[in-house]
DNA sequence: TACCCTA
């Protein structure tokens, strides 16, 4: 009674219907100002080609346009390379515009800063990529081994650019790794309060 | 401040 659900056959995947995920190839375009491009380029255009090889995406940078301060960059590639490129270009350009203002606040004296000690803060939507919060600290991994955890299957954890990034595109990153398909989540975070915690956390405050 | 890459 074997049914043979998908295994790596290396044919064609039924991941996703109607969606061969292997020639999947989106592309999305977006502006970058001609001041910002360069950071994301580099030098030499080893920041750009860097992001190229990491994401694995197509981008194309367009020169420069002629009326417009900015530059038509285009990502093509599966989504999760786009959405890595994306996420990486989109990382340097605020980089570098931190680092703009931080160099500009310095330089020159703005009409601006009177009083208050709050500078510029017209950006509701703070806070866009700092989640920090990676995965669970190892604290959590060591609660309790009485032998070899024989639970967990599989142990491939091969996602160090995705924790970097600290993005939700992990579940494409999957599709990346040639179509593994077992273990997508598995239990990643087991059961770590199952023993104890019964007159521990009584009043404990932290 | 700019960094200029690859199809």
Request: hydrophobic residues 40%; charged residues 10%.
């Amino acid at each position: 009674m074997q049914h043979i659900p998908l295994t790596s056959l290396g044919q064609s995947n039924p991941t996703f219907p109607g969606l061969d995920a292997s020639v999947a190839t989106s592309s999305h375009e977006l502006t970058i100002p001609n001041d910002l491009i360069g950071c994301i380029i580099g030098r030499q255009g080893t920041k750009i080609n860097e992001i190229r090889q990491m994401s694995g995406a197509q981008i194309k940078i367009a020169g420069a346009t002629d009326g417009s301060a900015v530059r038509h960059v285009t990502i093509s590639g599966s989504p999760a390379s786009i959405s890595l490129a994306q996420y990486l270009i989109s990382a340097s350009l605020e980089m570098a515009k931190l680092s703009i203002q931080a160099a500009s606040s310095s330089s020159s004296g703005n009409p601006v800063d009177l009083s208050l000690s709050f500078p510029q803060s017209a950006s509701p939507a703070s806070t866009p990529s700092s989640v920090a919060m990676l995965a669970a600290p190892p604290s959590a991994i060591n609660v309790h081994s009485p032998q070899a955890m024989p639970t967990i299957p599989s142990a491939h954890y091969a996602l160090p650019v995705s924790s970097l990034l600290g993005m939700k595109t992990v579940p494409l990153l999957a599709v990346h790794t040639a179509a593994s398909g077992l273990t997508p989540y598995t239990a990643k975070i087991p059961t770590s309060a199952t023993i104890k915690k019964s007159e521990r956390q009584k009043f404990a405050p932290y």
